[in-house]
């Protein structure tokens, strides 16, 4: 899959999994349970010390289902970028901008989705070859935010990350996103070996989007 396939891929989808865990069984578990609810994009934290494993184990357990995206986030350096790679990573996703990280991924023709809020920020990661951009935090500008970007800059894609949940994610829809990515919610369940109610919040938020865009 080309990296303009993968991103269109993550925009059709609307949603993408941010999965932390303490370590690799209740990061894979987690991912796993979200991909049975049908959230099919994940990103794997590299909070999670062994991110690089469960990056590799879901990439073979889903290599031939193309509806799954397996992907890496907090990734703060072009290093840690390119050890998830080469574990199977089809995206990568860092909370702010990084140059060397942006040319690494574009060398290997891989999506790069950096954490910008200001308009500048957004306008470099677009110059450095970004497709789609991520809106982090999401909490601090709001869904309006999206409107006053896309005014001046109509051309950009924006992945919403933080405070999202089912109650305020059709709200960022409404305001122009692209996709969003949902965390806090996911592994606090993780947390709590509450796997099962994982798959069924999946399962909620996919209804809600279907219906959304059914609308």
Same mark, same amino acid.
């Given at each position: #899959?080309?990296?303009? @396939?993968?991103? #269109?891929?993550?925009?059709?989808?609307?949603? $993408?999994?941010?999965?932390?865990?303490?370590?690799?069984?209740?990061?894979?578990?987690?991912?796993?349970?979200?991909?049975?609810?049908? $959230? %099919?994009?994940?990103? *794997?934290?590299?909070?999670? +010390?062994?991110?690089?494993?469960?990056?590799?184990?879901?990439?073979?357990?889903?290599?031939?289902?193309?509806?799954?995206?397996? !992907?890496?986030?907090?990734?703060?350096?072009? @290093?840690? /970028?390119?050890?998830?790679?080469? /574990?199977?990573?089809?995206?990568?996703?860092?909370?702010?901008?990084?140059?060397?990280?942006?040319?690494?991924?574009?060398?290997?023709?891989?999506?790069?989705?950096?954490?910008? *809020?200001?308009?500048?920020? #957004? $306008?470099?990661?677009?110059?450095?070859?970004?497709?789609?951009?991520? %809106?982090? +935090?999401?909490?601090?500008?709001?869904?309006?935010?999206?409107?006053?970007?896309?005014?001046?800059? +109509?051309?950009?894609?924006? #992945?919403?990350? !933080?405070?999202?949940?089912?109650?305020?994610?059709?709200?960022?829809?409404? /305001?122009?996103?692209?996709?969003?990515?949902? !965390?806090?919610?996911?592994?606090?369940?993780?947390?709590?070996?509450?796997?099962?109610?994982?798959?069924?919040?999946?399962? @909620?938020? $996919?209804?809600?989007?279907?219906?959304?865009?059914?609308?």
């Amino acid at each position: #899959m080309s990296k303009s @396939e993968i991103i #269109m891929n993550l925009k059709k989808q609307g949603l $993408v999994a941010v999965i932390r865990g303490e370590d690799k069984t209740e990061g894979i578990r987690a991912a796993s349970a979200c991909i049975e609810g049908g $959230v %099919l994009a994940i990103e *794997i934290a590299y909070t999670n +010390p062994e991110a690089n494993d469960i990056i590799s184990e879901l990439a073979s357990l889903y290599k031939d289902d193309d509806r799954v995206s397996i !992907g890496a986030g907090t990734v703060l350096d072009a @290093e840690t /970028a390119r050890l998830a790679i080469l /574990a199977g990573a089809k995206y990568i996703v860092s909370p702010s901008f990084h140059a060397e990280t942006a040319r690494l991924c574009n060398r290997y023709a891989i999506p790069y989705i950096p954490g910008c *809020i200001s308009l500048t920020e #957004m $306008v470099t990661a677009l110059e450095a070859g970004c497709e789609i951009i991520k %809106l982090f +935090p999401g909490t601090l500008p709001g869904p309006h935010y999206i409107k006053a970007v896309k005014a001046p800059l +109509p051309q950009i894609h924006l #992945m919403v990350t !933080g405070g999202i949940n089912t109650n305020t994610i059709c709200d960022w829809f409404d /305001a122009g996103a692209d996709a969003v990515g949902i !965390g806090g919610e996911f592994n606090t369940l993780a947390s709590q070996g509450n796997f099962d109610r994982i798959t069924s919040l999946a399962r @909620e938020y $996919v209804a809600i989007l279907s219906d959304y865009c059914s609308v």
